[in-house]
């Protein structure tokens, strides 16, 4: 199976701060990358597909990025409803595998 | 618009099976793909399978090859999925997803209870 190595687990950051949280994958996924949201008690809410193609209503500040084998999900000016917990997936494979995930907290 | 609407919250006992239902409004089974993931409570998305009625094809995750069965009926535009010989360790919110490789809709979760 596909492993997707996401870092950091944790993130402290103020509003309007700028982070980056990245997904190393174990093999070449051919940028078959979905990056989501997901706030305590609610579904995920998926924000960019493809590596970098953000959904239709996700805000400009969200970008996703790509080298080579890791990927990267970038919040620019962050705001107080981005605080959330947000998690990687790989659909190269026929075998899904989501990161491990990353919770941003406020500072 | 493509919405999902999840079966509710079950309680079963060790060594049974449960059924978590997941109905597709404005769309149809037939032009996607149906993906289920859980989420053990304090924990990570887990995905679990993702089944694609028009090809016939459903990819389950290693792990629960032989405890998972998923089922589509297009008249009622459902999905079912179900888990045998559950633990404890199946205690968790599980979700649809809707999408062909990245889950565009979500369905609002089915929390399952595994206890004695």
């Known amino acids: 199976d596909i492993q997707m190595t996401q870092s950091p687990s944790s993130l402290s950051a103020s509003v309007g701060d700028r982070v980056t949280i990245t997904c190393r994958a174990s093999?070449?996924?051919?940028?078959?990358l979905a990056w989501y949201q997901q706030k305590p008690g609610k579904a995920p809410r998926l924000l960019v597909s493809?590596?970098?193609t953000l959904q239709s209503g996700v805000p400009s500040r969200f970008s996703g990025g790509e080298s080579g084998t890791e990927y990267s999900l970038t919040i620019d000016s962050l705001q107080p409803e981005d605080f959330a917990t947000y998690y990687c997936?790989?659909?190269?494979?026929?075998?899904?595998?989501f990161g491990q995930g990353t919770k941003l907290e406020i500072k | 618009q493509v919405q999902l609407v999840q079966s509710g919250a079950e309680v079963q006992k060790p060594g049974s099976s449960v059924k978590v239902s997941c109905k597709v409004s404005?769309?149809?089974?037939?032009?996607?793909?149906i993906t289920w993931v859980r989420q053990a409570p304090g924990q990570g998305l887990e995905w679990l399978v993702t089944s694609i009625p028009m090809f016939d094809r459903t990819n389950i995750a290693q792990k629960f090859r032989g405890r998972i069965t998923v089922t589509a009926d297009e008249d009622t535009k459902t999905s079912h999925m179900e888990m045998s010989g559950l633990t404890s360790e199946d205690t968790a919110t599980y979700f649809c997803a809707y999408g062909y490789g990245a889950g565009v809709v979500w369905g609002q979760g089915t929390t399952v209870i595994v206890s004695s």
């Open positions: 404005g769309g149809t089974l037939l032009n996607s793909a």
């Open positions: 093999q070449a996924i051919s940028n078959s």
């Open positions: 997936q790989q659909y190269y494979s026929d075998l899904y595998t």
């Open positions: 493809g590596a970098s």
